[in-house]
């Protein structure tokens, strides 16, 4: 998902920061979008680094000094998967961080770059378990439903000249759904409750995404946009 859009936006004429732990990853997408004619600057780290993550924004308030666009995209269910029998505080505490507390800190780190551009926005990729219910998805869901939760509050703190708002992906077709998508029994389950009938895209949430960082999307803050297929 995080490749699509950034793929997309340098599509539409941005140059991108990329972070993540992998650096095979990052140069994958980072060739994809120089073929693009755009720059794409390459961050391995660990988002849960907090002294990583402010490297990053000092190298990136040295070479570009604003920031028109951040996306917190980073999620998984992390070691807090599991029933509450076996889930224990620490494991707990490491799904969010990796899906709440490390969004907040980028957040906070960038938030004198995104002051910097004329106007900027912030897309907080949460999920679908932020709102409904599953087995063993305590720790994600609370995470998730602490994203939107946070990403309201953000927009009313930071208006009008920043926006913020959210998107949370149903059943999406990634490599982590793999094990839905190489089962036919498995896959028929899934999508007969998606009235499309299919499991979406990484273009549908990138096309989502496109949608919150433009004047289209002008008079839109404090909204987490449903992309589930119904």
Not at 47 to 75: H, K, M, Y
Not at 198 to 223: C, H, M, N, T, W
């Amino acid at each position: 998902i995080g490749a699509r859009i950034a793929t997309a936006y340098a599509e539409m004429g941005c140059d991108i920061a990329l972070i993540a732990r992998t650096k095979s990853d990052l140069d994958s997408v980072a060739e994809a979008i120089t073929a693009l004619g755009r720059e794409a600057l390459v961050y391995p780290c660990d988002i849960q680094d907090e002294t990583a993550l402010a490297t990053v924004i000092e190298d990136l308030t040295q070479r570009w000094g604003s920031l028109d666009i951040l996306v917190n995209n980073a999620g998984a269910p992390g070691k807090g998967y599991g029933s509450l029998s076996k889930v224990t505080k620490a494991r707990f505490e490491h799904t969010l961080d990796i899906n709440l507390i490390s969004a907040y800190t980028l957040t906070h780190l960038a938030l004198p770059l995104l002051r910097e551009a004329p106007k900027a926005a912030i897309i907080n990729v949460s999920s679908a378990l932020g709102w409904m219910v599953d087995r063993n998805f305590a720790a994600y869901g609370a995470a998730k439903a602490g994203m939107d939760q946070m990403t309201r509050i953000l927009a009313y703190e930071l208006a009008p000249s920043i926006r913020v708002n959210g998107i949370a992906p149903g059943a999406i077709e990634t490599p982590s759904t793999a094990f839905i998508t190489q089962n036919p029994t498995l896959y028929e389950q899934t999508v007969r409750w998606i009235p499309q009938g299919r499991l979406g895209q990484p273009e549908d949430i990138a096309l989502a995404a496109l949608y919150l960082a433009s004047d289209a999307s002008g008079f839109v803050s404090g909204k987490v946009l449903e992309v589930d297929g119904g």
